[in-house]
């Protein structure tokens, strides 16, 4: 039987493969987005990093009979590999992700299609800036239990006012960052925003973490 599954696709400055049952996404300078297809897997090391410690807040949460379903905002759709992940946990009821390029929920859109892969109805796709979306939150009082600040142009880290996360995070909610330099530069901003718990791991990359 003819196996037509996509193997390779570009469209406008990227670039997806799939190999070994990984599916990968690159821009020009590079790697976007990367993730099993049979479980959603992640390999980057700041995605694992915040899984051990959304897992931990829902242990903890469940062991003291907090009964509670989870909201994640994803800032930087890229190939949806954290979306996709994120959809595995039963806990967590919807994930809301928002990128400005189109281009790469088209690509999504083939590539899930091309492999028979299930998506989940919780992740919304939310096209257009980050940061305004951020301050729309914030003037609507719309509120998650985790945000994730993935945002980059190609390697760069996009800066914005960290101060807008904020508001927009429910009481003990946590704020991630994936960043790639000074992550004592980012936490030491958090901290003056009056979150608690700050702190960073090494994995790669780093994860900034941060607790309303
Ligand atoms: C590293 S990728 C995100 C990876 C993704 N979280 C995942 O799990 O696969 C960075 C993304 O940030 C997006 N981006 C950059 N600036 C943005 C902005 N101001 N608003 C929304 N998305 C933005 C890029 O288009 C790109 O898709």
Do not use: W
Not at 42 to 70: A, P, W
């Amino acid at each position: 039987m003819k196996d037509d599954k996509i193997v390779k696709i570009s469209l406008g400055q990227y670039m997806v493969s799939v190999s070994n049952d990984r599916i990968s996404l690159y821009d020009n300078n590079a790697r976007y987005s990367e993730f099993s297809i049979d479980n959603f897997d992640i390999h980057f090391g700041y995605l694992k990093e915040m899984i051990k410690i959304m897992n931990n807040i829902i242990k903890i949460n469940r062991i003291n009979k907090v009964d509670s379903k989870y909201n994640i905002l994803v800032l930087g759709f890229g190939l949806g590999g954290a979306p996709l992940n994120f959809s595995n946990y039963e806990d967590i009821s919807s994930i809301d992700s928002i990128d400005l390029d189109y281009n790469l929920f088209r690509l999504f859109k083939k590539i899930t299609h091309s492999h028979n892969i299930s998506v989940s109805k919780k992740i919304n796709y939310l096209h257009g800036n980050a940061i305004d979306y951020l301050k729309y939150c914030n003037e609507n009082n719309i509120k998650y239990d985790f945000i994730l600040d993935d945002i980059f142009e190609s390697s760069k880290k996009v800066d914005y006012d960290l101060g807008l996360v904020y508001n927009c995070l429910k009481n003990d909610g946590v704020f991630f960052m994936n960043v790639h330099y000074n992550p004592k530069s980012y936490s030491n901003m958090l901290k003056r925003d009056n979150y608690k718990n700050v702190g960073f791991v090494e994995n790669n990359e780093y994860l900034v973490y941060a607790q309303k």
